[in-house]
């Protein structure tokens, strides 16, 4: 079982890599195996809505979003981090989540997600409701902490000192092992994915 994680910030060595650091070592702790993929500091698209998504993704491909989709198939859950940006998360998670999940909803449909979001004092309610937005329309279990997925920091690495913070995001790490073990057998035992209703498209009611 392998869990894909987003870091959101251009940072590689900053307080969100540093989050999902501590997820990754607890869920290592669980035998569960994951990766951090960066989404770095270029430039990265909006999306445009020209509706040309193509099976690899989306029909850009300047930038990382498709090599993230390609690894989001192989996946079986999913952890996004993002810094704060006034109030909101960073602007390329949200362009790069757009079009991930606008063009490839398939990769991460019934996969368990969760978001992390880090900052130095405020906005983070904000930033985490934005976050889990995306997998309440894509059919995913969200898992949840001893707390909202939140941890305080500015400088590179202060994270480390949220006690609280570190326990939230520890606890993640656990919730997040114990329901893949579920699925898994679930799976195990027959349990299908549940065969979702299709179609239906109500822009607005008459
Ligand atoms: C453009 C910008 C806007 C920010 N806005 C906020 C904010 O609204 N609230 C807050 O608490 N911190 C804010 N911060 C601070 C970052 O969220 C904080 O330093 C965080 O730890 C950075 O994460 P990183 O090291 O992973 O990039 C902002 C930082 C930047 C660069």
């Given amino acids: 079982m392998k869990v894909l ?13 540093c989050a999902l650091g501590i997820v990754a070592e607890e869920l290592a702790k669980e035998g569960i195996e994951s990766e951090i993929f960066e989404i770095g500091a270029g430039p990265v698209r909006d999306c445009i809505g020209c509706g040309r998504c193509t099976e690899n993704g989306c029909v850009f491909a ?10 989001a198939k192989q996946a079986d ?3 996004f981090g993002t810094p704060v940006y ?3 998360p960073s602007g390329r998670v949200l362009s790069f989540l757009d079009r991930a999940f606008y063009s490839s909803k398939c990769a991460f449909s019934h996969k368990p997600g969760a978001s992390v979001v880090v900052a ?7 930033s985490f409701d934005a976050m889990n937005k995306y997998f309440g329309i894509s059919e995913m279990p969200v898992v949840g902490s ?7 920091g500015a400088r590179a690495g202060e994270v480390v000192r949220d006690d ?3 326990q939230t995001l520890k606890n993640l790490a656990k919730n997040m092992a114990w329901l893949l073990r579920c699925i898994e057998k679930g799976r195990e035992c027959g349990v299908a994915l549940p065969d979702t209703y299709d179609g239906a498209r109500t822009n607005f009611i008459r």
Wanted: net charge positive.
């Fill in 5 to 17: 994680m987003l870091n959101g910030s251009s940072n590689p060595k900053g307080n969100t890599r």
């Fill in 62 to 71: 300047d930038d990382r979003v498709n090599e993230f989709v390609a690894l």
């Fill in 77 to 79: 859950a999913f952890v």
């Fill in 86 to 88: 006034y109030a909101h």
């Fill in 120 to 126: 130095r004092r405020a906005g983070t309610s904000a």
């Fill in 146 to 152: 001893s707390y909202w997925n939140v941890a305080h």
């Fill in 164 to 166: 609280e913070g570190v």
